[in-house]
């Protein structure tokens, strides 16, 4: 009992930071950071399946969330018209292409016998489609992008509702990580974690220079958003009388209600998310995923297939990851290849499975919203701090100046502040796992 009152402290407290920012600095600002908390809450989520269930010690959560970006991309923006007729067969034969070799070799792996000849084989196969896949592919890849490289330069995606984008993006990190995982967990933590890195940033070099696929480092901008956009608000009668009746600016108001609409969607997936992740952990499975977790070995000699309980939770994390992704492309409304980073998308997401309470989902959640909200607010408090300690000097004090102007390094900073004092006084997290069953 004291536990859960304590937990509920907890998130009453973030909740009251979040309000003493809307009355301090703006409810836009309140509600932009109560979004991205939300959206970090469920990559933290994905996270702690993967290590806190099952003790995967994946460091490539940034290409996931990349690949659940590129979906948000490829289902909601439309098709360009021009850039298929200049090369649409070409990519349809390059894609067959792709699809072909991938089979023949998944069969030859599959239906010879492990040794000299098979892998001789399968090398073949994948030179020969390489091969033929440039020969074809490069010509068509050259002119798409020569068609209005300033605004498009790439094929489009399918026009679809954006929404639509979630659950493909999940799914495109689900089957990556599938083949991820049929790749690197059969080694030890140590080589996962490098083996998930690499993969990671191999996903992202593809993002920033494939430009017919995601525009490269011109990004794409205008992504579709499944809430009203202000300037339709401002001009809606029905949003004109609320704000009357208000009495706030329709201006103001029309940010502020789109950035509710985003909580509202938001919310619905993480407590949906939750909800389904707790079930899991507190079911049998989640009882034998953590068995697993604590001791392969004996776990392995009761007859559990430790690398398919592995690949399987390494899969669910990663879907987890890949709707965060999406979620978070469509708020920015626009595809970055460049902005996805490991300090934000893998070592900040890891902070919060850690400060949160590894293996506890409402600490992941909790973990979330406290790292990104000292994240965002870092540099704002460590201005003002810094601006109190220097108030005494001249206003043109060099180090004055200096503090100041450093304090944007706050965030690092705070990061390893709140991380230490975690560690140190609850090393097991703000909500610790429960082991009691």
Known sequence: MIGSLRNVVYFLIMAGLIVLVGQMQSWNVALSILNLCLISSIMALGVNIQWGYA?????GVMGFAALGGLAAMLISMPPVKEAWAAAGSGAFIGFLIFIATAVAALLVYNKLAKGTLRSTLVMLIV???????????????????????????????????????????????????WVVGKITLGLRSDYLAIA??????IIVAVLKHEDWLTRGVKNVNGIPRPVPYEINLQNAEWFLSLCERLG???VTFSSIFVKLCYTI????????????SEKALRSPWGRMMRAIRDNEVSANAMGKDITARHL???????VVVGIAGAMLTTLDGQLTPTAYQPLRFTFLIWVMVIVGGSGNNWGA????????????????????????MTSGMATDSPLRLHLIESAAHMRLMTMGLILLLALRFSPRGLIPERTQQ
């Not at 003790?55 to 460091?59: A, D, E, P, T, Y």
């Not at 969607?265 to 389904?276: H, K, M, S």
């Not at 959640?365 to 109190?388: H, K, N, Q």
């Open 248 to 250: 706030a600016d329709p």
């Open 196 to 201: 998930t890195l690499g993969i990671s940033e």
């Open 312 to 318: 399987q939770v390494f899969v669910l994390g990663s």
């Open 127 to 177: 030179i020969v489609g390489g091969v033929l896949l440039r020969i074809f592919f490069d010509p068509t890849t050259t002119a798409i992008e020569k068609v209005n490289p300033a605004a498009t330069g790439f094929l489009g995606g399918m026009g679809l509702p954006v929404l639509l984008a979630w659950p493909v993006g999940g799914m495109l990190a689900g089957a990556v990580a």
């Open 265 to 276: 969607l938001f919310a619905t997936v993480l407590l949906l998310i939750l909800w389904l």
């Open 55 to 59: 003790g995967l010690f994946n460091v």
């Open 365 to 388: 959640v909790l973990g979330g919203f406290v790292i990104w909200f000292f994240w965002i607010e870092a540099e704002p408090l460590g201005i003002w701090l810094m601006d109190v």
